[in-house]
């Protein structure tokens, strides 16, 4: 009976870690713990708008502010690793306009 708790629980662990439901939450951290990852002034000029496949998408208010965060896209991603866990995060996309991602 042991045996069979414990293959329960790695198969559960197996599924929260990897599974549909981990990146759902991923997403989450992401999106309301963006002030404190990038801090209050970025936070002020940009919104995270969609995770999906490692790729983070970032709404901006506009060009000025989407090339500075391209420059500091490094030191942010090791931010958001740092909280989510290495390579949650592939690349980060900054856009500016439409409050939704691109498809």
Do not use: C, Y
């Not at 970025?42 to 000025?64: F, T, Y």
């Not at 391209?70 to 690349?91: A, F, M, Q, V, W």
Request: proline share 6%; aromatic share 4%; charged share 30%.
């Amino acid at each position: 009976m042991n045996d069979d708790i414990r293959s329960l629980n790695e198969i559960l662990e197996s599924t929260l870690r990897e599974g549909p439901l981990s990146r759902g939450l991923r997403e989450q951290e992401v999106l309301s713990g963006w002030a404190e990852i990038v801090g209050e002034e970025i936070a002020r000029h940009s919104e995270p708008l969609a995770l999906r496949d490692a790729i983070l998408w970032v709404r901006v208010d506009g060009s000025a502010w989407a090339q500075e965060l391209s420059l500091l896209k490094p030191r942010i991603r090791e931010r958001l690793e740092e909280r989510l866990g290495e390579g949650s995060i592939e690349d980060i996309r900054f856009h500016t306009g439409s409050p939704t991602p691109p498809q």
